[in-house]
T-cell receptor, first 114, second 113 residues
Framework: AAGVIQSPRHLIKEKRETATLKCYPI?????VYWYQQGPGQDPQFLIS???????DKGSIPDRFSAQQFSDYHSELNMSSLELGDSALYFC?????????????FGPGTRLTVT | GQQVMQIPQYQHVQEGEDFTTYCNSS?????IQWYKQRPGGHPVFLIQ?????EVKKQKRLTFQFGEAKKNSSLHITATQTTDVGTYFC?????????????FGQGTILTVHP
């Protein structure tokens, strides 16, 4: 079965640089979520999109922005990177018609800021 | 917003022993989900509980939702090395959104063969 695809899997950037993370949800899923997981931490919700419209925002810095495109893939843009942005970034997708609202997580992008 | 507290933070067991992790809230929860994250992996959905006193089983895993819907537990019988990972409870917020998750701190399970 198709899973959530994220690219790149690993990314190394320097402070103050910009990074773009991509997410391709499972086909026919209508909702995309972004989570940030620091070392030894639980995933923290950043932002979500339903049918290409932003539906909710969490603890996402103003330096970060995201969008969902017509083909349903999503991109998380991160500017003026800081050392503290080093983390695993997960994209998840779901279909609102599922009764258990299960979220399917991608493998994640490991961002290292040096 | 609502938060869930999860204990213990770590649990080391010998293979074959049982394991339980607990998730607690000070407020009534509409639902609770459980996820497993293997080392170096991503969270994988295990189950969702929505009814007071609900008990669900998946092979060696038993999930419970408290009568007051303020706590939940995951119990693994006779652990195996494949059970290693971090178990998270998570609250699915569907009030004004399309389902953002608020995770507990997670319980890291280590199984010694």
């Amino acid at each position: 079965a198709a899973g959530v695809i994220q690219s790149p899997r690993h990314l190394i950037k320097e402070k103050r640089e910009t990074a773009t993370l991509k997410c391709y949800p499972i086909p026919r899923h209508d909702t995309v979520y972004w989570y940030q997981q620091g070392p030894g931490q639980d995933p923290q919700f950043l932002i979500s999109f339903y049918e290409k419209m932003q539906s909710d925002k969490g603890s996402i810095p103003d330096r970060f922005s995201a969008q969902q495109f017509s083909d349903y893939h999503s991109e998380l843009n991160m500017s003026s990177l800081e050392l503290g942005d080093s983390a695993l970034y997960f994209c998840a997708s779901s279909f609102q018609g599922y009764s258990n609202y299960e979220q399917y997580f991608g493998p994640g992008t490991r961002l290292t800021v040096t | 917003g609502q938060q869930v507290m999860q204990i213990p933070q770590y649990q080391h067991v010998q293979e074959g022993e049982d394991f339980t992790t607990y998730c607690n809230s000070s407020t009534t929860l509409s639902n609770i989900q459980w996820y497993k994250q293997r080392p170096g992996g991503h969270p994988v959905f295990l189950i969702q509980l929505v009814k007071s006193g609900e008990v669900k089983k998946q092979k060696r895993l038993t999930f419970q939702f408290g009568e007051a819907k303020k706590n939940s537990s995951l119990h693994i019988t006779a652990t195996q090395t494949t059970d290693v990972g971090t178990y998270f409870c998570a609250l699915l917020n569907r009030g004004t959104s399309y389902g953002k998750l608020t995770f507990g701190q997670g319980t890291i399970l280590t199984v010694h063969p």
